[in-house]
């Protein structure tokens, strides 16, 4: 029975999902090569964690395996640079939505839970590895490309609101996995819960309805600094037919809770823990640093989420807590203190309450934007509880605990979206 569906979810895939990438009659006819041989290039330190075989069984047991085979022989279709970028396009709305069918258990295929964020993760670094050996006849950017298919697989591209009378709009933005380096079964309940309520129409705790859209972020300096936040957040927050009513960035925290995060940093200050690619943000809790490229704002930045309201409604099966810590230097000190009531007048951040790395970050840089396009609107930051339970056998991907606590934990973020997006 297993094969049987396994070989029918293919077929779907085959018919349903990848885009047509035939060649057009005129190429058909011309015996040129499209593209010369892969090439054998050095992989980032971030591709190069696919030669662990356990990430190429993450892609086939959700049924993702065709996207990855065929996506080469798809690249040496394309006889152009426009025609490279349409196909990077396509393909990368292609597995977004097929990453979001299959979460909410529209798609079936594979043996994994459906909520599961590690394919798309796993099969969109396979197709980035075979653009980087992809060798065409002619010039290409190939880190264009590579951005254009990363915002289209992750959601920023083709996933607007509906503009419905009397629904309200929420965005939301979860992270890939991360910590892959110490155990790269690794899942993030955050980028679970975007694809898991991406496009989902929910009745908030008041009744009325609400329209979810959602996108799940790298966890990458370079991509921070190359505005990936500021392409997500600011079609939702510019004016327009249907623009967001409430924003809130989600991502991975403490064990055991949820929290609001009251305060958003200005700085980077998580060193020496690396991001995805093994790469340092330069600035430490003694010497904070300001990403390159962040527009002007405060040092902190305040949650305008209805905090009280949240805490009140919701607190199971994790409690949600508002933080209100903060790290920063007093203003006329040089010495980094921690304090557990919110930041003092002229300090300079060094952490919010989510502390000084890329959580903190998304958090700064969409609300930062926020107050500059749409300062009316709610806007913050949500941290859950860090997913737990997979098998102390390393040879296992999943088990019955990981997937009732992953379940449980996106269950529980679209409560608080529930009382959170209530107009008031």
């Avoid at 209805?306 to 920063?328: F, H, I, S, W």
Wanted: a neutral charge; hydrophobic letters at 40%.
């Amino acid at each position: 029975m297993l094969l049987l569906r396994r070989a029918a979810s293919a077929a779907a895939l085959l018919v349903t999902v990848l885009p047509v990438t035939l060649a057009s009659p005129a190429h058909a006819a011309d015996a040129t090569p499209a593209c010369h041989p892969p090439a054998s290039v050095p992989l980032d330190a971030e591709q190069a964690r696919l030669a662990d075989t356990r990430t190429t069984a993450l892609v086939e047991r959700a049924g993702f395996a065709d996207f990855v085979r065929r996506f080469p022989a798809a690249l040496c279709t394309t006889r152009t640079p426009a025609d490279a970028e349409r196909l990077l396009d396509s393909w990368g709305q292609a597995l977004w939505q097929a990453s979001v069918r299959r979460a909410q258990g529209q798609r079936p295929g594979g043996d994994l839970a459906p909520g599961d964020d590690r394919p798309l993760y796993w099969a969109r670094l396979s197709m980035t590895a075979a653009l980087a050996r992809w060798q065409p006849a002619f010039t290409v950017d190939r880190a264009a490309l590579r951005a254009r298919f990363e915002d289209a697989s992750r959601g920023l591209t083709d996933n607007a609101f509906r503009a419905a009378p009397g629904v309200r709009r929420v965005f939301i933005s979860g992270f890939d996995p991360f910590g892959l380096d110490a155990e790269i079964r690794r899942a993030n309940p955050s980028g679970s819960a975007a694809l898991q309520l991406n496009g989902m129409r929910v009745t908030l705790a008041d009744g009325s309805q609400a329209e979810i859209r959602a996108v799940v972020l790298p966890v990458r300096y370079a991509d921070f600094d190359a505005g990936i936040v500021e392409r997500a957040f600011a079609p939702r927050l510019a004016a327009g037919p249907a623009p967001a009513d409430i924003i809130t960035t989600v991502s991975q925290g403490y064990p055991g809770i949820f929290t609001l995060e009251d305060w958003a940093g200005r700085a980077r200050s998580a060193d020496p823990y690396p991001d995805n690619a093994r790469a340092l943000s330069g600035g430490t809790r003694e010497h904070p640093v300001t990403a390159p490229g962040l527009g002007p704002g405060p040092e902190f930045i305040r949650t305008t989420l209805p905090a009280d309201t949240v805490t009140a409604a919701v607190q199971t099966p994790y409690p949600v807590l508002l933080n209100p810590d903060v790290t920063e230097i007093p203003a006329g000190a040089t010495t980094p203190v921690d304090r557990t009531d919110g930041p003092t007048p002229g300090s300079r951040a060094v952490a919010g309450g989510g502390g000084g790395y890329l959580s903190n970050e998304v958090a700064y840089r969409s609300n930062r934007l926020r107050t500059e396009l749409a300062p009316h609107l709610p806007g913050g930051h949500l941290h859950t509880p860090v997913l737990t339970g997979l098998p102390v056998d390393p040879r296992l991907l999943t088990g019955p605990e990981f997937e009732r606590n992953e379940h449980a934990i996106t269950a529980e973020v679209r409560t608080v979206l529930q009382h959170a997006a209530v107009p008031r």
